[in-house]
């Protein structure tokens, strides 16, 4: 087997990648940069290209205080020259006594060993302390240590360094890829060949923010979002996070449109944290914030067990109204049943419990108890059959080949840099609102199965390994993807793709674990099911859409034969 070339990347690639999101988020974003981002760029601007190189280096690091004599970065010709013009341009700051409140990070760059010899310690306490853990150590200096001391006496003899201008540029890579979540190993990966992303013609990219106010409101949810977990590893009480949660919300500002997304997702978070904490009064108060899923379901939920019925029936008819997905159309439905059931004292039972026994069932040998689908699919097999594992794999795989172009399309202004996965709109109501003439356009274009084949090999051919949220590049794809074409009906495959566009999240998944097929063109969608297992709302919904469209499609339930 021939393996992948060694890359080896030029040796200040990080330079000229900070440098391309410097000046990309310049020309996209100047407008909207603040005094001290602009301010920001005109002096690391003037910095020599050695100066920016390290600064690069140690703001891509994590913490914010480096040794100087333990950085070690071979294209830097004369490092100390650097630290030291880092230092006079106010990129980096000595450490100092008004560091106090960040002394903890500030300790935690040495080790053991080097804190026993650089604090100012008398003979007995280093003899305590050496029995004693790093974590420790720092504890006893930062409480019974003077912290001017302690600045003087490393100080003497190493240079501590703090990294300045954090805000500012964590505010320019937020502006590059718009969110939290992506950072400058996007491009280590694209350079080093472990990810290709798709060409976008830069001239076409727009900007992911129109103002000042929509970026900061989309960071105050992210940061928020990041407190929240800090706060639960750190073991802050529960009932302290529910005041400090709401506090937080009650003097929030009103945020933009582009920020409620992100909201939504914290408050359905924090309520769901508070329901495992055993506070349901708490988590319902959370809840209200929010008319997202699951936030309407686990309000009805809250209410119908604090006794209020009424309510949670009026919630309930909301909800069947304006499902948002297949499990809150499903859930309005079954609970409604549930709460008039209980009142009338009738036993329910749920959509998708009804739908599983009225199922087929077959005997299974226990020996694939743990491979529940590779024992179904032994079973066709043996008797003539063809089968796949299928799931959501290959149908995932034929929207994002058949509407490749269409889902990255840059004139849809939902691209806005050259690293992006996925357009920023992908799995919001708004891509297929804003794509439905450019999706039913390309399907009328479609008019034979060939057709379908051609396109889906070209683009496959055309495209291989490049990164597509919904393609898993695999040797198996086009294969099944073809199958797909071959056995079904083109107005079929035609609807259950618009079926996915309209709401890309939910609808990508829930498909059946299998697919089975013979010689005479005979086929079947097969959801296996153990007996220990229970049909998913999305997996119902697709079961049921396609018998609607008349796709064959069914249930199997196994029965372990011993």
Aim: aromatic share 12%; glycine share 6%; net charge negative.
């Amino acid at each position: 087997m021939v393996g992948r070339q060694k890359v080896i990347l030029q040796p200040r690639y990080y330079w000229h990648n900070f440098r391309y999101v410097l000046d990309f988020v310049k020309r996209l974003y100047g407008g909207l940069l603040n005094e001290a981002e602009t301010d920001f760029l005109h002096r690391f601007d003037a910095l020599s290209t050695d100066a920016q190189c390290l600064y690069v280096r140690v703001s891509n690091r994590k913490g914010a205080f480096f040794r100087a004599n333990k950085l070690n970065y071979r294209e830097i010709t004369d490092l100390p020259v650097s630290v030291g013009e880092l230092i006079n341009a106010g990129f980096l700051d000595r450490l100092a006594t008004r560091h106090e409140g960040m002394g903890h990070e500030a300790l935690d760059v040495f080790t053991k060993p080097d804190l026993l010899d650089l604090l100012p310690l008398e003979p007995e306490e280093i003899r305590a302390l050496n029995k004693l853990k790093k974590e420790e150590v720092v504890r006893y200096a930062l409480n019974e240590l003077n912290f001017g001391e302690i600045v003087t006496s490393i100080s003497t003899r190493e240079t501590v360094v703090k990294v300045n201008f954090e805000a500012e540029v964590m505010m320019l890579k937020y502006l590059f890829f718009g969110n939290r979540g992506s950072d400058m190993t996007e491009f280590v990966m694209r350079d080093m060949g472990m990810m290709n992303f798709e060409q976008y013609d830069e001239s076409k990219m727009t900007a992911r923010f129109r103002n000042r106010k929509e970026v900061e409101d989309k960071l105050l949810i992210s940061l928020t979002n990041e407190a929240f977990y800090e706060q639960k590893d750190a073991g802050t009480p529960p009932d302290a996070i529910y005041n400090w949660f709401l506090n937080w919300n009650e003097t929030r500002p009103e945020l933009s449109e582009i920020a409620f997304p992100g909201y939504q997702k914290l408050v359905c978070r924090v309520g769901a944290y508070l329901e495992r904490q055993k506070m349901p009064d708490q988590a319902l108060a959370v809840y209200e914030l929010s008319d997202r899923v699951p936030a309407r379901e686990r309000r009805v939920r809250l209410l119908y067990k604090n006794g209020l019925v009424d309510e949670a029936l009026a919630l309930i008819d909301e909800i069947a109204v304006t499902p948002q997905n297949a499990e809150e159309r499903y859930f309005a439905g079954d609970f409604r049943e549930k709460i008039l059931g209980n009142v009338a004292k009738k036993r329910t039972r749920k959509a998708t419990t009804r739908f599983l026994s009225d199922a087929e069932s077959l005997d299974i040998p226990a020996a694939y108890r743990h491979h529940v689908e590779a024992g179904v699919m032994n079973h066709y097999l043996e008797e003539g059959n063809d089968a796949a594992f299928t799931e959501n794999y290959p149908w995932r795989g034929l929207f994002g080949l058949v509407f490749w172009d269409v889902i990255y399309d840059a004139n849809v202004a939902a691209i806005h840099h050259p690293l992006q996965r996925a357009p920023s709109d992908f799995y919001l109501p708004d891509f297929y609102v804003r794509r439905e003439e450019l999706l039913k356009k390309r399907l009328a274009e479609l008019t034979t199965k060939d057709d379908w084949r051609r396109h889906v090999g070209r683009t496959y051919n055309a495209k291989y390994g490049i990164t597509n949220v919904l393609v898993d590049w695999n040797d198996e794809l086009l294969g099944l993807v073809n199958k797909l074409i071959e056995l079904l009906d083109l107005e079929q495959l035609g609807l259950i793709l618009l079926e996915m566009a309209r709401n890309v999240r939910e609808h990508t998944r829930g498909f059946p674990d299998l697919l089975v097929w013979n010689e005479a063109g005979e086929y079947s969608f097969v959801e296996v099911k153990s007996p220990t297992d229970h049909l998913g709302p999305q997996q119902l919904h697709w079961l049921e859409y396609f018998d609607t469209i008349g796709v064959k499609g069914k249930v199997v339930r196994v029965i372990w034969a011993m």
